[in-house]
């Protein structure tokens, strides 16, 4: 039995208490020297401290880029493991960005770094990549399933060169993109309220119509702030869906900081924009 309800559960009360955002945590040179911080671990873990304590009571979920914290080495990552807990236990969701993909052992070795609930890096959910065929993902599907935890799989990304692949039609005329959506929803099939395995597509890619969005589970939305999309282009792009969208802003919270009042009037002001927006709809 799992040590936790299910993700899907857990993440719709978390959005309609704290608000729909997904605030990223992506501590790349550029931000911390935007801060006036050095580009180094004492940088990193200032920046991450200052994030965690600041939002950590207040944002529904958080998506922690794991390249950001990997690049130091294992201290890197001993700020991540802190990170983690702590904005668990204050209550916040933690989607851990490291967008894993691979075979067989190898894939449920990557699941267990992150959804085995023992783990350092337990996180809620996992982003991941399915371009080896969505039977690979198996070992995280599988034990996220076990432990109450979720997976965000790219099927419509935001960048331009993803088009090559995830809209590349098959033999049988659906497109790789649609094939992965259809492979979620049966994931989700009468999970209540909501299946704990998403899909990562992008709120910049403007009109989705054509993609049966409609997977009873989660959509991660990167792009609003710094990237274009605003929480007003949500309705538009994701349609019917719009309800299980959480988007997820890095830059545009993260340009406020380090004062801890800006970051969560920041964090603030956009789950208000988004909540309107997806209330209009």
């Known amino acids: 039995m799992s040590p936790l309800e299910p993700f899907g559960a857990r993440l719709?009360?978390?959005m309609d208490t704290r608000g729909p955002l997904c605030v990223g945590i992506d501590p790349h040179a550029s931000l911390l020297?935007?801060?006036?911080?050095n580009d180094d671990i004492q940088g990193l873990e200032s920046f991450t401290r200052a994030v965690v304590d600041a939002l950590a009571d207040q944002v529904a979920v958080f998506k922690p880029q794991s390249a950001f914290f990997e690049r130091f080495g294992s201290r890197g990552i001993?700020?991540?493991?802190?990170?983690?807990?702590?904005?668990?236990?204050?209550g916040g969701l933690v989607v851990m960005d490291a967008k894993r993909g691979d075979i067989g052992s190898t894939m449920a070795a990557y699941a267990e770094t992150f959804l085995h609930k023992d783990a350092p890096l337990f996180s809620d959910a996992l982003t991941v990549s399915p371009y080896l065929g969505y039977g690979s993902l198996a070992p995280a599907v599988d034990l996220a399933r076990e432990n109450g935890a979720g997976l965000f799989v790219l099927a419509l990304t935001s960048n331009p060169e993803g088009a090559?692949?995830?809209?590349?039609?098959?033999?049988?005329?659906?497109?790789?993109?649609?094939?992965m959506l259809g492979h979620l929803a049966a994931e989700n099939a009468g999970a209540a309220p909501m299946g704990s395995y998403g899909a990562v597509v992008g709120a910049t890619l403007g009109d989705l119509s054509t993609f049966d969005l409609d997977i009873n589970g989660p959509l991660l939305a990167p792009g609003i702030g710094a990237q274009g999309a605003t929480p007003a282009d949500l309705p538009r792009v994701f349609g019917a869906a719009v309800r299980n969208v959480v988007p997820n802003v890095s830059r545009g919270v993260l340009k406020a900081g380090p004062d801890a009042g800006a970051l969560r009037d920041a964090a603030a002001r956009f789950a208000d924009e988004v909540?309107?927006?997806?209330?209009a709809a």
């Open 275 to 279: 909540r309107v927006a997806v209330d």
């Open 33 to 37: 020297a935007a801060w006036g911080l």
């Open 12 to 14: 719709r009360h978390a």
């Open 78 to 90: 001993a700020v991540l493991e802190r990170a983690v807990a702590d904005l668990r236990a204050a």
């Open 164 to 179: 090559e692949v995830q809209r590349a039609v098959r033999e049988d005329g659906r497109s790789i993109g649609a094939t």
